[in-house]
């Protein structure tokens, strides 16, 4: 059990056993400090976690003490009457008052100002609590039932729903300072009180309102309710309620636990003065704890639970409308309905126990002065960095205007407090915006003398930095962070925009970095945020990551390659038509899953939607109905799906697990009727294929390999899809088991599967052993159904522009992706020379690494020369034709037709090793340096394809094979 509390001086107990007098929170104590965040938080190793704002990583001690006393303690329910019961109520309520004195500040003799209210859940539950509990339908038409700031948290403006769904007034201010003139204006009304919201801290750029600002509120309005959102400030500094008069202090202040410790995440507190706990009444719900009695038929009625008194509630107390008295009421009775969650309360009184013993007794006082110290460092070396033109790379964002509030007398000047440990910026492009002609004005927003046609080309997206940081092991967040206010207002977006965007098919999820229109604004800012566990190297590295990736030194070059120098003059003459060769034909038929290269001497059919049976299935969670990725799941690049078309069959096979046979399913169009005539011989029809089996889960083989067949087809459901529903039918249930077995690791050495066919058995979702929390859980393999099709959004251009709508099976963006042995050769050429120069920067060589294959972009066509008899192409000569055909030598027969689309962007995909699953650096962060595109700021490689289909249907489908002749104009 953890220790009473008592407001005794500071204790001087050591931070740790080796370093008796250690204060590691002092300035000169950076190296230990570090040594002891590596013994305290062992989950960081090779991490630069800069991600606290999000939620800070555990710390091993306290989840220790928690652990053992759970071992050494009976705890229970506490609204039991047993010893343990009781005992449990005593740390809670002791922790309450823990709360107010460590967190925030309430000294010993103020204490019953307040009461803390528990939430299950972090600072979005007590918002949820507040609008629950508060009287939205008192009379008040003339002034507003809610006013906030638009730079907060969604949580926070989600509050606005309660009012708004009873007609009432609901107020969203700009500025402090308009918010403050609004309640300044409304000090006389007899109207029913207004709530005002505001964050004590920009979860998105750190900037601080503090408490002040409530101070301000209420001197302009007394009648004033205010609500302060302490999640962000709390997570590192202590709201200072003790240093406030108590007529100026918030009436709600609400917190996350998790957002300090990192533990418990079930856990918030909301901390109500008990003189503003009679407004928080007025909810119609009530749960186990919250009353004192209740009738059990109509007039139904109860009464709320109140401290003990000498006399008993009246009869007309006894009604369904009363409200509690809340100068006897405890307000967290009445809103902390059912069991409280004891066990995380519990957890936090060891959490504030070790707080207090790192810390030396002061507790975030210490915490807040050393994450200061490291921003401060950040953002000096940041704004130091310079691109080789002289112009700045680093754009620091803020919030809260900070001006003159006007109006009457009693209003004071909005001044913010020195910022929190979070850094909201971006990264400019060199040369693009003259040092002079750009600025951030007070308010954090960019302006800029010299107008911006077009952002792309003047800043570094942040979903391309986020990515890049996340190969190099560095966690930021980026987007728009949860705070639509603030970084629309940063960019100068408004409502117009927003709807706009919601238009063209843009979500606050999606990884589109600048908006589809001119002048292309960014779509969010980067953060990085400090906490308990950093550390000065965790500056440093950061630096140096933004100084690697994103300072020009110099003007960019390309390596030159002996081919460029024969081929400079097909960008200077006339246009000529050249030859390469078809070297690698490859299909995923499980999206998201390893290729199949298409063996020499073998053909594939060709269709609209791509190669036959590429991404013609995918892999869905059963719990979310959300397709698998990569991104998500590395391990899906060791299954090795293959279509074996002369037995009609799905082969799927992964190390450890037994081959997995599943039949096809035939479609009805006949451009997949004839499959099988393309390798069968010119007299083959759909017959050859196998017929459908009987309708069982199950067959042995010889081989041995478990065998399943389809169950009949299932009704189609709704599969989320990179963002978008298409409906999908699942396959078979022991394919299922299948991919769950594999996707699943079992955390022991007992196997979901076995080989041995005298037991013929596979494992349901039901017996599978313990598995690895980082796995999809259970998994089913769909398929589209019979027939249907997505459509590629693509803005089409020359040659491709006509036609209908481009029809995709699984397939995120094109039916066919190109990419060219000489553009591969340029990147490992590239990625060869930054080796190089860090072995020169490093006192160790690493080993090379293995040159970058095709596979790892997943392309479906690999052209290059082939052999020596061609003419040497230069890299990237692929991104410079808009037509190419394929043609088998030899043969007669039309070439194949194909158009290009445009540039593949390029994702998190590329940086997974394809033949060990795990994730790399490589060749994403190359390609950040070398292809990222000028007017997009997209990283792009290789080509988005269409086939022409004939105008006049074949006898067998169109085909192309390993080998083929590939013409084009360059």
Not at 704 to 728: D, E, I
Not at 736 to 764: Q, R, V
């Amino acid at each position: 059990m953890p220790r009473p509390r008592t407001r005794s001086p500071p204790p001087t107990r050591s931070l740790s056993a080796d370093s008796p007098d250690n204060d590691l929170y002092a300035p000169d104590r950076d190296a230990e400090h570090a040594a002891w965040v590596a013994r305290e938080y062992p989950a960081l190793k090779d991490s630069i976690y800069l991600d606290h704002a999000a939620a800070p990583p555990a710390p091993a001690t306290p989840l220790a003490t928690f652990a053992a006393s759970l071992q050494s303690q009976l705890l229970s329910n506490p609204h039991s009457s047993t010893t343990a019961g009781v005992q449990t109520a005593l740390v809670i309520d002791r922790t309450r008052t823990r709360v107010l004195q460590d967190l925030f500040n309430v000294p010993d003799d103020r204490l019953a100002e307040w009461d803390v209210v528990f939430t299950h859940g972090g600072a979005t539950q007590g918002i949820k609590m507040i609008g629950d509990s508060w009287d939205w339908d008192a009379e008040n038409e003339e002034t507003a039932a809610l006013e906030y700031l638009v730079e907060s948290h969604t949580s926070l403006v989600g509050l606005r729903g309660y009012p708004l769904a009873r007609g009432r007034i609901v107020k969203a201010h700009q500025t402090p300072s308009a918010l403050l003139q609004s309640a300044a204006a409304q000090s006389r009304s007899t109207s029913p009180p207004t709530l005002y919201a505001y964050p004590a801290q920009c979860n998105a750029t750190g900037a601080r309102l503090g408490l002040r600002y409530a101070a301000q509120i209420k001197r302009a309005n007394p009648n004033a309710r205010i609500l302060v959102d302490a999640a962000a400030y709390s997570s590192t500094s202590v709201l200072d309620l003790g240093a406030i008069p108590a007529e100026e202090a918030p009436d709600f202040v609400v917190a996350s636990i998790y957002k300090i410790f990192g533990f418990p995440t079930s856990l918030g507190v909301l901390l109500v003065r008990r003189a503003s706990a009679h407004l928080l009444t007025h909810s119609p719900y009530f749960g186990g704890g919250t009353i004192s009695s209740l009738s059990l038929s109509t007039p139904f009625s109860h009464v709320p639970r109140v401290r003990p008194s000498s006399s008993s509630p009246s009869e007309a107390s006894i009604s369904a409308s009363s409200a509690p008295d809340a100068s006897k009421t405890d307000i967290h009775t009445i809103l902390e309905a059912g069991t409280p969650p004891f066990l995380e309360i519990v957890a936090l009184s060891h959490a504030l126990d070790w707080l207090d013993e790192i810390t030396q007794g002061e507790g975030l006082g210490a915490v807040s002065r050393r994450t200061k110290r490291l921003r401060d460092a950040l953002v000096s070396q940041l704004r130091a960095l310079r691109h080789a033109d002289g112009s700045e790379v680093f754009v620091e964002h803020s919030a809260f205007r900070a001006g003159l509030a006007e109006g009457p007398e009693t209003t004071d000047a909005v001044v913010l407090e020195e910022p929190g440990p979070i850094l909201g910026f971006s990264l400019r492009l060199s040369g693009q915006l003259p040092e002079s002609a750009s600025s951030h004005r007070s308010d954090g927003s960019f302006s800029s003398s010299h107008k911006i046609e077009d952002y792309r080309t003047a800043f570094v997206g942040h979903v391309a930095l986020s990515r890049l940081a996340l190969v190099n092991g560095i966690a930021l967040r980026s987007g728009g962070l949860c705070n639509t206010g603030a970084w629309t207002r940063i960019w100068g977006m408004g409502d117009a925009e927003l709807c706009e965007l919601e238009k063209s098919g843009r979500k606050c999820w999606d990884e589109e970095e600048f908006a589809p229109f001119a002048p292309y604004r960014p779509l969010g800012i980067t953060r990085v945020s400090l906490g308990l566990a950093s550390t000065m190297a965790d500056v440093s590295a950061f630096v140096s990551f933004v100084k690697k990736f994103f300072v020009q030194t110099s003007v960019p070059r390309r390596p030159l390659l002996p081919s460029e120098s024969t081929s400079s003059q097909d960008q200077t003459s006339a246009t000529h038509v050249r030859k390469a060769k078809l070297t690698e034909v490859m299909l995923y038929p499980i999206k998201s899953c390893a290729a199949q290269s298409v063996p020499g001497g073998s053909s594939w059919p060709l269709t609209r939607s791509g190669l036959l049976y590429d991404r013609e299935y995918m892999l869905v969670s059963a719990s979310t109905g959300r397709a698998l990725s990569q991104k998500r799941y590395p391990r899906m690049a060791l299954i090795r799906p293959r279509i074996d078309l002369d037995r009609g069959e799905l082969v799927v096979e992964a190390n450890g697990m037994p081959a997995l046979r599943l039949p096809l399913v035939l479609e009805s169009d006949d451009n997949f009727c004839h499959a099988a005539s393309t390798t069968a011989g010119a007299d083959s029809t759909e017959s050859d294929f196998p017929p459908t089996p009987p309708l069982s889960e199950e067959e042995s083989s010889d081989s041995g390999a478990n065998t399943t067949r389809s169950s009949p087809p299932s009704q189609p459901q709704m599969t989320n899809l990179c963002g978008s529903s298409v409906a999908s039918i699942g396959v078979s249930a022991a394919a299922d088991a299948w991919f769950t077995a594999f996707l699943n690791p079992a955390s022991s050495s007992s196997s979901a599967f076995t080989s041995d066919s005298s037991t013929k058995s596979t494992t349901t979702h039901a017996s599978i052993p313990r598995r690895d929390a980082a796995g999809p859980g259970p998994v089913e393999l769909h398929r589209l159904p019979n027939g249907s099709a997505r459509h590629a959004h693509f803005d089409r251009l020359g040659a491709a522009a006509a036609g209908p709508p481009l029809p995709l099976r699984l397939s995120n963006e094109s039916p066919f992706l190109l990419v060219s042995e000489e553009s591969l050769g340029a990147l490992n050429e590239w990625i060869s020379e930054g080796n190089d120069t860090a072995a020169r920067s490093s006192s160790t060589r690493d080993e090379s690494p293995a040159p970058i294959r095709a596979h790892s972009f997943r392309p479906n066509l690999v052209v290059g020369n082939g052999d020596s008899t061609l003419r040497p192409l230069a890299p990237f000569w692929e991104e410079r034709i808009d037509q190419f055909s394929i043609s088998r030598d030899g043969l007669d027969g039309s070439p194949q037709s194909f158009s290009t689309l445009g540039k593949c962007r390029r994702c998190l995909m590329v940086a997974i090793d394809q033949n060990t699953g795990e994730r790399t650096a490589e060749p994403l962060q190359t390609l950040t340096q070398h292809k990222k595109a000028a007017d997009t700021g997209r990283v792009e490689f290789g080509m988005h394809c269409m086939w022409h289909e004939p105008a006049a249907a074949a006898e067998a489908l169109a085909s192309i094979s390993v080998g083929d002749s590939v013409t084009f104009t360059l």
